[in-house]
């Protein structure tokens, strides 16, 4: 009995250690964040123009944003980061479930083979092909398109692998069950698999959302008309004319970063909970 | 319980379906990447004019690595930039994930906190860094100013440069490893945390000899895929640094992304390319085989 009030000064004093680390590592995670919402509504010598920093705006101003949208195609821009990033989720996420299906459940010659060849694709740096692929994405006649972009980032290697650890605890007495009963694979697939597969769809199409939503290196070589970038690309070319208008730079890039975050964030339980059980813990 | 007669039908049925269900994948992967990796290991093999016209050169190209400084200045820099960022922010996201699985007031706040920067685009994620470390302009100098502390030549000087590129990364990353770590500490059940309490085991030890020894599949994927990622660097520093000054914060990719398309010696820079690939390639290699002798050891 005599030990209790010990025992619980030290949870007490442990608490406040772990939320002190934490909410200072939280600190020094958000402050960046801050200082680009700061700089993007404030005018442009407000902050960093003094000698000093000034930890906060005087008034806030939208004038940055409307300089962006006066001098800059942000809504077409917006629309083609919309229109590319959800075509290669769908072409992704269904590529890499029909993949997964059959690498976790189904024998066939060269199946280990042709996994480690996917796999292998994980360590090559999309700079390293660019020369050869703009030759053949010209020569498709897809430059100048959309597609330049979609096509040669929608399959996923990262995703298939996903798939396959994930579909691999799927039980096979459930596919045995309904190929006993007559179902065909691809009845197998859809109305066995896929129901079981909420988290693991939930996690590839995050996944594919957000890495198509950023993708840069390739983009920045597909897409040379102004009319077709995404924000990304849109994002540097407008630091390329704007210089040192950090204003117009800043509220730029939130026009980037505050819708995916926004998915993120409402998603982020779903997404934990799919890892989880991707059976990579 | 079936003869094995009509099994061999049912097993070549079963192989034509599996190559159906690949199908899409792999033919979206031949034409856009493996053909272009054939592409490029010819274009290794030529002298190229800029035009994209080559004529057969061996291993010439190869040979040149050897003698040139801006080359290995760019691998030592990939492999430095990789041995610190990958231990860095995986730990940081270790410690973060273990304190956020406790008991914390305002957890799903810090959660989202800790993981928001991961969605956030290397372009825009670069140009904050270029506002952070501004030497000129930039927030962190002004604030060291107004403490009265001298400014940090985060551009001219090699050092800093370098220091910038692997805090912004760490920042970067830091939330998916976290994540990662969430995820797989969800497996871990609360009964052995209590049962080495129970013996006695401190908070530390219980991190230590508990957290940390069940978290290693997770642990050997995250470097996998953090390592991957590390060699492969290249929105951060193209926009943050541009491999500058001189060459300080050059990497693997952006030599090759330079040589390719600004000097335009396209030979050259697939052959960079190619060892860059090569390089990855023997490291995911051997990490797999290590992973599989433990798996076999236990």
């Known amino acids: 009995m005599s030990a209790r009030p010990g025992v619980r000064r030290t949870a007490h004093r442990g608490l406040l250690v772990r939320t002190g680390v934490v909410a200072l590592v939280g600190l020094l995670t958000i402050s960046p964040l801050y200082w680009m919402v700061a700089v993007a509504f404030s005018t442009r010598s407000e902050l960093l123009g003094g000698r000093e920093l000034r930890l906060w705006p005087r008034e806030v101003t939208l004038e940055n944003v409307e300089r962006v949208f006066a001098s800059f195609p942000v809504a077409a821009w917006f629309g083609n980061s919309v229109a590319i990033s959800l075509v290669v989720m769908i072409l992704s996420v269904t590529t890499s479930l029909l993949a997964g299906y059959a690498f976790s459940q189904l024998r066939f010659p060269g199946s280990t083979a042709l996994f480690f060849v996917a796999l292998a694709t994980l360590v090559l740096p999309v700079q390293v092909i660019m020369v050869a692929l703009f030759r053949i994405v010209t020569d498709m006649g897809l430059y100048g398109t959309y597609w330049a972009v979609i096509l040669p980032t929608a399959a996923s290697a990262f995703g298939l692998f996903l798939a396959r650890q994930f579909m691999t605890g799927i039980p096979r007495e459930l596919i045995e069950a309904a190929r006993l009963d007559g179902a065909g694979h691809l009845t197998t697939f859809l109305r066995i698999v896929l129901p079981l597969s909420k988290p693991l769809i939930a996690v590839l199409a995050f996944m594919s959302l957000l890495s198509s939503w950023n993708d840069f290196a390739w983009p920045l070589i597909a897409l040379k008309e102004n009319r077709l970038f995404t924000l990304p690309i849109g994002l540097l070319y407008l630091q390329g004319q704007s210089g040192s208008d950090y204003g117009a730079t800043m509220a730029f890039a939130l026009i980037n970063i505050v819708p995916i975050a926004v998915v993120f964030l409402l998603f982020q339980r779903y997404f934990i909970a799919g890892f989880a059980r991707s059976g990579i813990k | 319980m079936r003869s094995p007669t009509p099994r061999r039908p049912g097993r070549r049925r079963e192989a034509l379906a599996a190559y159906g269900f690949i199908a899409p994948n792999y033919a979206l992967l031949l034409v856009f990447v493996l053909v272009p990796l054939v592409g490029a290991l010819v274009v290794s093999l030529q002298r190229t004019d800029g035009f994209g016209a080559g004529e057969f050169a061996g291993l010439e190209n190869y040979a040149r690595l050897g003698s040139d400084t801006l080359f290995w200045r760019a691998l030592g820099n990939t492999v430095l930039f990789t041995l610190i960022v990958t231990p860095v922010s995986m730990l940081f996201g270790l410690v973060a994930a273990t304190l956020l699985n406790t008991a914390l007031p305002a957890r799903p706040l810090f959660r989202s906190l800790l993981i928001l920067p991961m969605a956030v685009s290397g372009v825009a994620t670069a140009l904050i860094g270029v506002l952070v470390f501004d030497q000129n302009s930039g927030v962190l100098n002004k604030l060291l100013g107004t403490f009265g502390l001298p400014a940090i030549t985060w551009q001219s000087d090699a050092g800093p440069a370098f220091l910038s590129i692997v805090l912004v990364t760490v920042w970067w990353r830091t939330g998916f490893n976290m994540l ?22 401190g908070t530390l030890q219980r991190f230590r000899h508990v957290t940390v020894p069940l978290l290693g599949p997770t642990t050997f994927f ?14 951060i520093v193209f926009v943050l640094t541009g491999g500058g000054p001189a060459g300080a914060t050059s990497v693997l990719v952006t030599y090759a992304y330079e040589t390719g398309f600004v000097t335009r010696d396209q030979g050259y820079a697939a052959a960079i390319g190619m060892i860059l690939f090569l390089f990855a390639l023997v490291f995911a290699a051997a990490q797999w085989r290590a992973s599989r002798t433990k798996d076999v050891a236990e």
């Open chain 2, 180 to 201: 990662i770590y969430l995820a797989g500490l969800q497996g871990i059940g609360p009964d052995l945390h209590e049962a080495a309490r129970l013996d006695g085991a």
């Open chain 2, 222 to 235: 995250l470097t996998v895929l953090n390592v991957i990622y590390s060699f492969q660097v290249f929105d």
